[in-house]
Nanobody, 123 residues
Framework: QLQASGGGLVQAGGSLRLSCAASGFTFDDYAIGWFRQAPGKEREFVEAIHWTGNLRWYADSVRGRFTISRDNAKNTYLQMNNLKPEDTAVYYC???????????????????WGQGTLVTVSS
């Protein structure tokens, strides 16, 4: 129901755009989040956006470099600029029903997960 794509190998300082296509559930009242998991580390929150586009949440580690957006076709994007080797990870998109009380930064709140796409940043 969530399909992430767009990962690849890029040099430090480069850019990538990840995409997440949603299907099979009503997009209304959901927030889509991006998480990442580096080798040997816990999965961590990156960014999230409400389906209206009016609410966004960011991790401090990517603020100013990554930008989340969405379109009306249930696609969500993560534009990643000025990539660093420490951004290397498998990136996952996920969906959480957001009624105002959910915490989009908490991975355990999420209802649906995509399969992940690998981003490798070389130094």
């Amino acid at each position: 129901q969530l399909q992430a794509s767009g990962g690849g190998l890029v040099q430090a300082g480069g850019s990538l755009r990840l995409s997440c296509a949603a299907s099979g559930f009503t997009f209304d009242d959901y927030a889509i989040g991006w998480f990442r998991q580096a080798p040997g580390k816990e999965r961590e929150f990156v960014e999230a956006i409400h389906w209206t586009g009016n609410l966004r949440w960011y991790a401090d580690s990517v603020r100013g470099r990554f930008t989340i957006s969405r379109d009306n076709a249930k696609n969500t994007y993560l534009q990643m600029n000025n990539l660093k080797p420490e951004d290397t990870a498998v990136y996952y998109c996920a969906a959480v029903h957001y009624s105002g009380s959910a915490n989009p930064r908490d991975q355990y709140e999420y209802d649906y997960w995509g399969q992940g796409t690998l981003v490798t940043v070389s130094s």
